[in-house]
């Protein structure tokens, strides 16, 4: 099936998120769509999924125009689309959630779970996407969960997949997985709309390459184009694809945790006696696969983890038991991995969110009240400084893209004087551009004299930016080495085969 948009155009207001854009998509081919957060993308798959409806242009399925007033209506005509943030009951099983919509009932208009599971099972060994039928989607990792999504899609015969933004969750090994499905299914003759901002991956399994930035397309390309080349395209600009930083100057030790270890309610061990000195003027970084204990050793230095044995303090003061306010008091800035439940309060404004943790600062409050003046100047300061992507100051968080929405944390995080700056996933979701950006930032906070705790699971990344890095392995630290590792270095204390202890035999 090949697809074809015509001239989209579509305005919230005073923006227009996509300017007169046109996009052929040809049967079997994987064609990414590269821009920047904010640039549009995300708007115009949402068109072509019958959630948004354009105020011109039109969209051609096998060269005859069709309107989509639903994505009921796209579904019908062969287009899926497995969105950023998925769309699964995590109550449900795997299979509930794939059916879910498209349920076989037997007498008595009860679910048929059997005929459910078979389908699911014959879909899953088609395409070759390995599903835990029964499991509930609660227990089980993101890029499962994005499998599960995908058969949803390819369960109502989908001829057209649209994947938004798919490996903005996932750990590096859970990408390359995906990277091979999506070739599989384009070998197969499903047609894959691919939308990122990552140069990489891209250039790893696009078959042509359509650039947006701003609303308007700037360019095609294919994936034989270079990294900078790419990254022109997208923000408009040189753009740096290497961090610039001198030597560190490690001063005094900042945050010291030593024999940390957590549990979880039932009992089960997420951090193993866990000692670290980060020093000021150094950044360090925390590799490994997702789920070894980062969560926890971040939520365990700024107050938000219970520990169960061991000390932690910052600044020569322990904080071992302290609640979040304390640990921010002391000068910590803290970037989570999960910005949308854990950095913003979606409902509130930007420039409410740019101010949580200081509110009631003088800088903010005049008395008992806020000082909305002061909160807008300050708002617009920081979105001018971090390029967030608004129509407004006033809009709600939820209403922005995942990258801006992550803008929006690190602008609040960084732009007061810190001793220690606790960031994870610094770049998840981000474009290139900003990237650069935040790279920079941090960098400038080390030179600054705070102490950096570093934790990313793109490793590129860490190698960039660490002077020092440390890699957890199922709650532990499994080593320390230099940014001057390897990749080979790194995966193989990533997959613990450096541990000596007699369990890991």
Do not use: W
Request: charged share 25%; glycine share 10%.
């Amino acid at each position: 099936m090949q697809l074809e948009l015509k001239g989209i155009t579509k305005r919230f207001g005073p923006l227009v998120a996509n300017d007169s854009i046109d996009l052929v998509v040809r049967e079997g081919e994987i064609h990414a769509l590269l821009g920047e957060n904010g640039a549009g993308k995300s708007t115009l798959m949402n068109v072509l999924y019958g959630l948004y409806t354009p105020d011109e242009g039109q969209v051609l399925v096998d060269g005859e125009p069709v309107e989509f007033t639903s994505p009921g209506d796209a579904m019908a005509a062969g287009i899926g689309m497995v969105h950023q943030h998925f769309m699964l009951v995590p109550t449900f099983t795997a299979t509930e959630n794939i059916v879910l919509g498209t349920e076989l009932t037997k007498a008595g208009g009860f679910l048929d779970r059997r005929r459910a599971r078979e389908r699911v099972e014959e879909t899953s060994r088609r395409f070759g996407l390995a599903i835990p039928a029964d499991t509930l989607v609660a227990d089980l990792a993101v890029g499962v969960q994005q499998r599960i999504e995908i058969v949803k899609a390819l369960l109502r015969e989908a001829k057209v997949l649209v994947l938004d933004e798919p490996t903005a969750v996932l750990t590096p090994a859970e990408t390359d997985d995906l990277m091979r499905v999506m070739r599989e299914l384009a070998d197969a003759g499903t047609s894959i709309v691919f939308i990122t901002h990552k140069l990489r991956e891209v250039r790893t399994v696009a078959d042509r390459i359509t650039v947006i930035r701003r609303g308007k397309v700037v360019g095609e390309a294919l994936p034989s184009a270079s990294p900078e080349e790419l990254a022109a395209l997208m923000v408009g600009r040189d753009v740096r694809l290497r961090v610039d930083k001198k030597a560190a100057e490690p001063g005094g030790t900042v945050l010291r945790m030593d024999g940390v270890r957590v549990l979880d309610p039932s009992g089960t061990v997420l951090l193993d006696g866990i000692d670290l000195d980060v020093r000021a003027g150094e950044v360090l970084a925390v590799a490994g696969v997702d789920g070894n204990g980062q969560t926890e050793l971040t939520r365990s230095i700024v107050g938000l983890q219970d520990v169960e044995a061991g000390t932690v303090s910052i600044a020569g003061t322990d904080v071992t038991g302290a609640g979040i306010d304390d640990v921010l008091a002391l000068g910590v800035g803290y970037v989570p991995e999960d910005r949308l439940h854990d950095g913003l309060v979606g409902s509130f404004s930007i420039a409410e969110n740019l101010v949580l943790d200081l509110v009631d600062s003088p800088q903010f409050a005049r008395g008992l009240s806020v000082d909305r003046d002061a909160l807008r100047r300050n708002a617009a300061e920081r979105i001018e400084e971090f390029d967030i992507r608004t129509p407004s100051a006033q809009a709600a968080a939820s209403t922005l893209s995942g990258g801006n929405q992550q803008k929006v944390v690190l602008a609040r995080e960084m732009t007061r004087p810190l001793k220690l700056l606790v960031v994870a996933q610094p770049t998840r979701g981000v474009d290139v551009g900003s990237q650069e950006f935040v790279h920079q930032r941090i960098v400038a906070e080390r030179d600054r004299g705070a102490a950096v705790v570093l934790v990313s699971t793109e490793l590129d990344e860490v190698r960039a930016l660490a002077d020092r890095i440390v890699v957890m392995y199922r709650g532990r630290i499994a080593g320390e080495v230099g940014p001057d590792a390897t990749q080979e270095e790194l995966g193989l204390l990533m997959a613990g085969a450096a541990t000596t202890r007699e369990d890991d035999l």
